[in-house]
């Protein structure tokens, strides 16, 4: 079975806080992972990919640790506008012929 | 390109109606996913087509949902009859499917309300 865990939260913080969401995936044989943004009443997109030596990308730090199946994403210096829905994203296959599953999602709500 | 087009954006109808979901994905890409999404629920994969064929309908509820591909370019999802319980946001996603441009974008999805 195909499973994205991840805590729903909601986490509120301050702004300028640092904020980590973490999420778990149940088939060791998952190839490609992400996390993908959603805004209230809007479609998700993409945020970033997620690869083995992590990576970063300005505020955002993600992490992949393959021999616990688990994925986090770090948010460094938190502004008002990443207040959103943050979703764990798991290739099961990946590349060709692969199956996008997402966790619920994590809410994220930054306060002033 | 335009991106991944859904009609209609917004639909209500009644208990026991057919319901017809469109979606044209952007051109050049090979897959094209169907998700429901519910407070409840959240994001579920429905079915997931590779070069217009269905590769997963695992996720597809019942008999009652049903999903066509006949070219690139369009897909459908049709619920007949549809229940108050089908009532949720769907969205139509696609993507190129390549190790290079892994990204799936998504359509503005369509709010569905069943009565």
């Known amino acids: 079975r195909k499973e994205v865990e991840q805590d729903p939260g909601p986490f509120n913080v301050p702004e300028g806080a640092t904020v980590a969401f973490n999420c778990t995936y149940s088939?060791?044989?998952?190839?490609?992972f992400f996390w993908y943004r959603q805004d209230c009443r809007k479609e998700p997109k993409l945020l970033m990919s997620v690869y083995s030596s992590g990576n970063e990308d300005g505020r955002f730090t993600a992490q992949l640790n393959r021999a616990s199946q688990y994925i986090s994403l770090l948010i460094r210096d938190s502004k008002l506008s990443d207040s959103a829905t943050y979703l764990c994203v798991v290739d099961f296959y990946g590349g060709s012929q692969g199956n996008l599953i997402f966790g619920k999602g994590t809410k994220l709500s930054v306060k002033p | 390109d335009a991106g991944v087009i859904q009609s209609p954006r917004h639909e209500v109808t009644e208990m026991g109606q057919e319901v017809t979901l469109r979606c044209k994905p952007i051109?050049?890409?090979?897959?094209l996913f169907w998700y429901r999404q519910t407070m409840m629920r959240g994001l579920e994969l429905l079915i997931y087509f590779n070069n217009n064929v269905p590769i997963d309908d695992s996720g597809m509820p019942e008999d009652r949902f049903s999903a066509k591909m006949p070219n690139a370019s369009f897909s459908t999802l049709k619920i007949q009859p549809s229940e108050p319980r089908d009532s949720a946001v769907y969205f139509c996603a696609s993507r190129e499917d390549s190790w290079a441009s892994p990204e799936a974008f998504f359509g503005q999805g369509t709010r569905l309300t069943v009565v």
């Open positions: 051109s050049g890409h090979n897959s």
């Open positions: 088939n060791s044989a998952s190839q490609s």
